[in-house]
């Protein structure tokens, strides 16, 4: 499975971007996709989940009503929405996903994920 997000940039704070999650090597409804993102210095940090359906999305509760994950499975692509950006949104973001269904994983866990993509920076001016 290969995972390739791309969409990030360079965008004022209050602004906002799309970011996608294209997946290859398997059918992206086949896999739990999670977001994550990692500052300079920091953890790696859980953003939010989509299952594989996409009937269920789970976010981290600080980025709840500015962020949403969605899912083109007939593309086999995941977005993550992201809106009113805020200067400390900055980072390097990651989609990753889990042949397991989201029931069965700690989704919030970098480690219950099996692939990575590359990773695609977001910078936010203030």
């Known amino acids: 499975v290969q995972l390739q997000a791309s969409g990030g940039g360079l965008v004022q704070a209050g602004g906002s971007l799309r970011l996608s999650c294209a997946v290859s090597g398997r059918t992206v409804i086949s896999t739990t996709v999670g977001w994550f993102r990692q500052a300079p210095g920091m953890k790696r940090e859980f953003v939010g989940a989509v299952s594989r359906s996409g009937g269920r999305t789970v976010y981290a509760d600080s980025l709840k009503g500015r962020f949403t994950i969605s899912r083109d499975n007939a593309e086999n692509t995941v977005y993550l929405q992201m809106n009113n950006l805020k200067h400390e949104d900055t980072a390097v973001y990651y989609c990753?996903?889990?042949?397991?269904?989201?029931?069965?994983?700690?989704?919030?866990?970098?480690?219950?994920?099996?692939?990575w993509g590359q990773g695609t920076q977001v910078t936010v001016s203030s």
């Open positions: 990753a996903a889990s042949l397991s269904p989201i029931s069965a994983i700690d989704h919030q866990n970098p480690n219950e994920y099996d692939y």
